[in-house]
């Protein structure tokens, strides 16, 4: 279709038909350049909604989970560490578990000893009676060494039936043993022991259970302690800040939801006036 020069006055009645006025195809190429840009303008608009829309879901998972990381591509070197840390957990709390047994074996141990040691405390009395009759008649001696007799079999029954867990304490074979600490229990099954040896028994329990296993195990725990809050730094979620953090993406989603309204407006607008023309 021929053009012509455009002039300064408007075409009148008389203008050749068939010819179209050099602005008039300005506008009409305005126009397609405008729809074009509308498009791209709508396809960035829809890709920033999109990545918008991907930020909410990624802070919502924290906050619904309560860890940081819950996949590896959150914090790859984070996930690593908070591993290692977990493992090292796990051992310290084997450990923590060991060392609160073997203190309840201690304690059980001890539990028997006193109370075989209160009967033979009770018999070094009767001893004494038993030395100077006078004054005691017939029946009460008698009587006084039936109970020292009596004393002596609780003892023996005692220290023969003590046992943790279906195991025997006293017969020689067992130990209380937890990292380089060792204490082996004696054999008490043979004969009634002393007063005095039962006193040092315990003496060696106790010194065992505070020296080597309450000692060891505040260590441990307080270790426990400082692992798990290092791994939870790293791991779990920090409430304050990623609620903050959605707060944020979905405003960001939302003014991106309208620029994308406003954008697809245009676009259709400009479509319209392409094929218009």
Avoid: C
């Avoid at 578990?97 to 309840?104: A, E, G, I, S």
């Avoid at 003590?162 to 008490?188: D, H, I």
């Avoid at 290092?230 to 800040?241: E, G």
């Amino acid at each position: 279709m021929p053009f012509v020069t455009p002039h300064l006055f408007w075409p009148g009645p008389d203008y050749p038909a068939g010819l179209v006025f050099a602005p008039a195809k300005s506008l009409i190429i305005g126009v397609m350049v405008g729809a074009s840009n509308s498009i791209s303008n709508l396809s960035a608009t829809l890709g920033r909604l999109g990545n918008a829309f991907q930020r909410v879901q990624g802070s919502t998972a924290p906050l619904a989970t309560g860890q940081r990381i819950n996949r590896a591509a959150d914090d790859p070197s984070g996930l690593i560490s908070s591993e290692n840390l977990a493992a090292v957990l796990e051992a310290l709390e084997a450990e923590a578990y060991t060392l609160r047994r073997v203190d309840t074996i201690a304690s059980t141990a001890d539990g028997y000893l006193s109370a075989a040691s209160d009967l033979l405390v009770v018999n070094a009395g009767l001893e004494v009676q038993l030395s100077n009759t006078a004054g005691l008649a017939p029946g009460e001696a008698e009587a006084l060494r039936n109970q020292f007799a009596a004393n002596q079999q609780a003892v023996t029954r005692i220290t023969n039936s003590a046992a943790f867990n279906g195991v025997k304490l006293f017969n020689g074979t067992y130990s209380l043993q937890v990292g380089g600490g060792r204490l082996e229990l004696p054999n008490l099954a043979s004969s009634v022991p002393t007063q005095q040896a039962l006193a040092t028994l315990r003496g060696e329990i106790g010194a065992f259970q505070k020296n080597i296993v309450s000692s060891r195990l505040q260590v441990v725990e307080q270790t426990i302690q400082s692992t798990a809050q290092t791994r939870s730094m790293i791991r779990d979620t920090d409430y304050a800040q990623q609620t903050a953090e959605l707060l944020r993406n979905q405003t960001l989603a939302q003014a991106s939801t309208a620029a994308a309204g406003i954008a697809m407006q245009q676009a259709s607008l400009g479509s319209l006036l392409d094929i218009t023309a």
